[in-house]
């Protein structure tokens, strides 16, 4: 079981954020990386829609063998993680907007998270939240647009830039002085981000630490890799394969695509 591959899925193509992550943390460890590109975005989709992708791909990495589940997608994760739990006897691990640490770092107090709609009106981030807007402000702002321009590979863009901007305008108004990015998406946003903040406004993304909880579940569930030699990796995509290949650069991963 132990040398079975870790599955990990998103919306598209986002998730490799993570999927660079864990890849580093556990090289030994190989991967299938579903890319669900056909069905992005899955921000707009309402509750039910995204519960019923989160199962299919789900269902898809149990029957490639997959020994535990990576739901690289903030969206995914809010919405449908406890159904899959319910459902399924394999460990998952989600991602979420990480308000935590930012409110720990805040010193104006005001910090600011860019998240897709479907994570933003989900229970799960309200629950959490709640739990800090008491002690600081939260400047919550939909990301509407960014991942389709990502999906088609308009990263750097024209497009991109003026969207940024008027998504940044409000917090930097507020005064923050973190900016969650609250969707595995927005890492690749991370150096044009950098040229529109001030320099003293943290950018900060939970990708590590997902890596860091994936390796302690497979360590508790005796589901670690003990091979020592370096893991397979393999890119499934049912969208454009040179969009998954233009942000892997020269990562070691195969890339097929998929009628999914
Ligand atoms: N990468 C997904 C997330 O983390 C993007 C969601 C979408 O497809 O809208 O939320």
Redesign the pocket.
């Known amino acids: 079981m132990s040398s079975k591959p870790i599955g990990i899925f ?3 193509v ?2 490799l954020s993570i999927w660079k992550e864990i890849h580093q943390l556990l090289p030994m460890e190989s991967t299938h990386y579903l890319s669900d590109s056909k069905n ?5 989709k309402g509750r039910e829609a995204i519960i019923a992708l989160s199962i299919k791909n789900t269902e898809w990495l149990i029957s490639q063998g997959c020994k535990l589940i990576v739901v690289a ?4 994760t809010t919405n449908a993680i406890d159904t899959l739990r319910n459902n399924y006897a394999i460990p998952f691990i989600g ?1 979420e907007p990480a308000i935590k640490p930012a409110a720990l770092q805040s010193k104006s107090k005001a910090i600011g998270i860019l ?2 709609k ?2 933003l009106s989900s229970q799960l981030f309200h629950k959490t939240s709640q739990l800090y807007s008491s002690e600081l402000l939260v400047v919550e702002q939909e990301g509407n647009g960014i ?1 389709e321009l990502i999906e088609t590979g308009r990263l750097h863009s024209t497009e991109m830039l003026q969207l940024l901007q008027s998504y940044l305008k409000p917090m930097l108004e507020a005064n923050i002085d973190c900016l969650v990015l ?4 927005y890492h690749f946003l991370t150096p044009i981000l950098k040229q529109l903040l001030p320099s003293h406004v943290k950018i900060i993304d939970s990708g590590e630490a997902v890596a860091r909880q994936t390796k302690a579940v497979l360590e508790a569930n005796q589901l670690l890799n003990n091979k020592t030699i370096v893991g397979a990796n393999k890119v499934y995509t049912n969208g454009e394969k040179s969009v998954v290949t233009a942000l892997l650069s020269s990562e070691t991963a195969s890339v097929q695509t998929l009628e999914f």
């Open positions: 998103d919306s598209g986002g998730g992005a975005p899955y921000g707009p997608c903030n969206t995914a991602i998240a897709t479907g994570t991942v609250g969707c595995t998406h």
